[in-house]
Each structure stands twice: as C-alpha cells, then as structure tokens.
C-alpha cells in the first residue's frame, strides 16, 4: 500500500521566512502533484512533477522531485500572508498515468505579519 | 467553460437514505474519479473511470456506486447513507495524456444524521 507522508502537518510563520514542506511516499513514482487548498474551498492545481530531478517554480514556491529518495519538497521563499492555505501533496503509483492519486494529509500553513 | 460542476453543494441526509451526487465536465476528458475528505485527512479516492463504459475501485468503495454512459457525466450514488458517509466529496477529471493538470471540482459537503 502506497504511503504518502507530509511534515510538517502544521507551520506557523512569520512573512518574510522562508520554509521547506516535505513529501515522503513509499513506493516507486515519476508523478507527484502539489495542490494549494484554502478553507471551505477546491484544490488549485500548484504543480505537476512528471520526472527525477524535476524542478518548478511559480511566485514565492518552488518544488521539486527526487524519485531516487522518493521525496518532493514545496520550498517557500519570503513567505506572505496570502500564502497560508493548506498544502497537499499526491502521488500518482502506477507510472501509467491512470492517476488514481495518493494524497498526503496535507499541511496547513499560516503566515503570521 | 464551466470546468468541473458538482451539485448539489450541501445536502443533508437522514441515515439510510440514498442520494446521487452529479459531477459533469465539459472538457471532453476522458478520466474522471472521486475523492471524499474528511478532517485532517488528504482526499481518499472512492471510485474512477478511464471512459465511458469503464469504472474502478478505488481506496474507499465501500457505500458507493458508480456509472459513466457518457463521457461528460459521472454521478456518484450513495446507496443506503450512513453517519460515516459525512464527509466533502469532490469530484476530477483530466486528459488521458500523462502528466496533464487534474480539475477539482467545487467540491459536495454531505452530512448524514
């Protein structure tokens, strides 16, 4: 059974920060997905990771995947307070693309001014 | 472009009763599955379809069915609610194309008493 593990589940920082959210998973996967959720809302799609090595980068966050250590990580730069959501991370263990997804729990982020 | 579409987006059952949860997309996509998330929990797939005709398990089946006769629509039903079925469901669709950004619908709050 596919293992999707995020830490930490809850960060409280301050603006201007910066912070590192990490994606562990069990089994072997070139796919990993980053979802941004806010309260009561949908997930918005942040970011597809599709290969070893893959590195993305939008606004204030950057991800990246290392199949080999089956880990991702969600890096944020000078955090601010529109960033504080919940983040998930997800992972897609067939390597066919059928994305039947194993979500991690999520990590609930607060941006303190 | 409507996306993804839910409905309804609350509902309030009494334990035992059925209902069906719609979920239509007009992006022509030929995947489409869903999830349920409850509290401090990533999203748990309940079912999936690869295209019309051909429907899966996923993680959580239990309690729920399926069916997709078109490409567009995939409702979720809840055969006989129990309080343990209370939970946001969500719908998503993408292309078959690996590596394509998944669509989250608005999301379903169900409560069951």
């Known amino acids: 059974e596919l293992k999707v593990e995020q830490n930490p589940l809850f960060l409280s920082m301050q603006e201007g920060k910066n912070y590192t959210i990490y994606c562990n998973y069990s089994t072997t996967s070139d796919r990993l997905y980053w979802y941004r959720q806010d309260p009561g809302k949908s997930l918005e799609s942040l970011f597809v990771l599709l290969s070893n090595g893959a590195v993305k980068q939008e606004g204030r966050l950057m991800a990246s995947l290392d199949t080999k250590a089956r880990l991702s990580t969600l890096h944020i730069t000078a955090a601010v307070h529109d960033l504080s959501a919940t983040y998930f991370c997800?992972?897609?263990?067939?390597?066919?693309?059928?994305?039947?997804?194993?979500f991690g729990k999520g990590t609930k982020l607060s941006v303190i001014p | 472009n409507a996306g993804v579409t839910q409905t309804p987006k609350f509902q309030v059952l009494k334990t035992g009763q059925s209902m069906t949860l719609q979920c239509a997309q007009d992006?022509?996509?030929?995947?489409m599955s869903w999830y349920r998330q409850d509290p401090g929990m990533g999203l748990r797939l309940i079912h999936y379809s690869v295209g019309a005709g051909i429907t899966d398990q996923g993680e959580v089946p239990n309690g729920y069915n399926v069916s997709r006769s078109t490409t567009e629509d995939f409702p979720l039903r809840l055969l006989s609610a129990a309080p343990s079925q209370t939970s946001v469901y969500f719908c998503?669709?993408?292309?078959?194309?690996?590596?394509?950004?998944?669509?989250f619908g608005e999301g379903s709050w169900l409560t069951v008493v």
């Open positions: 992006m022509n996509h030929e995947y």
């Open positions: 998503a669709s993408r292309r078959q194309a690996s590596g394509n950004t998944i669509y």
């Open positions: 997800a992972v897609d263990p067939s390597g066919a693309g059928s994305y039947q997804l194993t």
